[in-house]
């Protein structure tokens, strides 16, 4: 099988040479193409006009699709970000690279990354990415000279949701302007660039909110194609391959599920793939045989003439036209098998991972409850038609076998997650946790088959969508129900709960709810975080600074825990201890306003009324919209006995539309009279 994969992408390589060849003698093409890649993380097929989508979300990727090639059937292996990202820069399957789920996992060193080859070929290598799920420390900065996963954009906000995610103009901006300084330079390159916008929570600009009132996941669409758009104007079609992909798709409500990761069915497997060659070469061709996303790293090698290597994937150019061929792709081209794997309920609950075999027109599910669907006679998969079609499920599922079997790369690679990260992957809508061996391989009755199960994840969905969008009283009415019906409930899910309970000030329900998670699992930082919080907001802050105390010991790293230590010694009045807690958060990361602010307070108290200021006036330049910020600055003014310049800031924060803050402003003027 290896010999036959590896024979099919050096035929493969030759002929897509073939197609370049061609473009050089009609229009000079350089040897080395630019080579982007623009993935759309979130992007159902059929919301994409050039697939048949009739909403009008998006114009920019229909102009394109009539410049190249639309691969009509591609599948994802996962509908998960992360792993099919790896998927797509390795070409490699999920349960080969180790990469399974957001947040716990990560690529390992043996896993070979697309930008390596291009960068030890001498390309410039640049990638730019829209959220926290694929930044750097996921492992897929490898091999890219510049990884640009800085959101400038949000600097000021919530330090919990800071460098979340970012809107695509801010990662497209970035990306053209690293592309015209290679373009200057006259160095090929190669550019990834990931826009994160359709994911849910959906929350489109007004103008795209506007355009799609009764639909903002297509309104979050129309301003990614608006993001791609400019993307292009920024490229020379002349010397640049470009290949547009949708990482997973979404299911809106299709077999009970709203969102994605659950399970394998075309709403979230199925996805965009286009190709523009260098000279818009074959520009209308219509590939109509099944294709897959891990098809997508031999291709891009291909393209760049760069050595083949093996993987599970195949380089698309045998599907092309050759040169100076017509725009119809080789006759009786046959579907390529494609494998989809959803394990993100079975990372979370512990229910049976979903396996799936597309081909020949059939999908065949692997779970506890076997399914199988004619997807020309049912393209919804609604008639489930196994142990109706014994031949086809008897083939699909000796071929999914086979796969399935192949070895993987490296050994599990999730690793504990920072209790900050999990708390922004949270923000996201994504479950984490502490890594913990996971069982991602037995399908088998005693294991819940996700079927029967999506009520209660729709709940949990539901809930971790309330608290993400800060409606914290509807996600403890989700929780509570939950609770109650499954006493037993996951503790991840319990976090979530916690939390919410004390956002809302149940502060005795949220300790009950930490005590009792430290009491089921293994501790976790982020537990005793999250309790260290609530002891404060009840008033105990003894309580609070133990736990807290015990979530820095388990992870020095977390920034947050140190700054709110420092705030609840502060309170406690154990000065020094405070200001050894603000510095280690400052050292962690010295542009944290609330870290800088710590110290300021520290200084405060000793009366280094000048230190306090400076520190402060950082804190602000790193944060210029906290205003709690600018009132501790007027107080230290005022403690200077410059009351003018402290009145000049009341008055200043007395106009903001913030009616709090100016309420808070008019008051603070008024003990200066």
Known sequence: MARVRRTRVVAGLFLLVAVLAGCRRASGVPERPNVLLVTIDTIRADHVGAYGGAQGATPGIDAFAREGV?????IAAAPLTLPSHVTLLSGFLPFRTGVRVNGTDHVGQSVPLLAEAFADRGYRTGAFVSALVVKAGSGLARGFSRYDDAFEANRGKDERVFEVERRGEETTAKALEWIAQQRAAGAPFFAWVHLYDPHAPYAPPPAFAARFPGSPYDGEIAYADSCFTRLLAGVDAADTAVLLAGDHGESLGEHGEAGHGVFVYDATVRVPLLLRLPGRRLAGTRVRSQVRLVDVAPTLRGLARLAPSECDGEDLAPLLPSAGASSAPPAAAEDRPAFSEADYATFVLGWSPMRALRAGGHK????????????RADPGERDNVFGRDEDASRDLARQLAAIAARKPLAAATSSAVDPEAARRLASLGYISGAARPVDYDRIDATRTDPKDGIGVWKQIEAGLLARQTRDYEKAVAIFERLLAAYPTLNPIILRDYAEACRETGRLDRAIELYERVLKTSEPDANDFFGLGVAWHLEGDDAKSAVNLE????????????????GSVRLTLRDVPRAGEAFAKAAALDPQSAKALSGLAS?????RDFGKSEGLLRSAIAAAPEDAELRFHLARVKRAMGDVAAARAIYAELAKSTHAEVASAAERALATLR
């Open 364 to 375: 065949y599910i692997e779970a506890p409850k076997r399914e199988l669907y004619d997807l």
């Open 602 to 606: 520290i200084a405060f108290e000793q």
């Open 550 to 565: 015990r979530a820095v010991a388990m992870n020095p790293s977390d920034k947050m825990a140190w700054v709110d230590l």
């Open 70 to 74: 639309v691969f009509e059937q591609a």
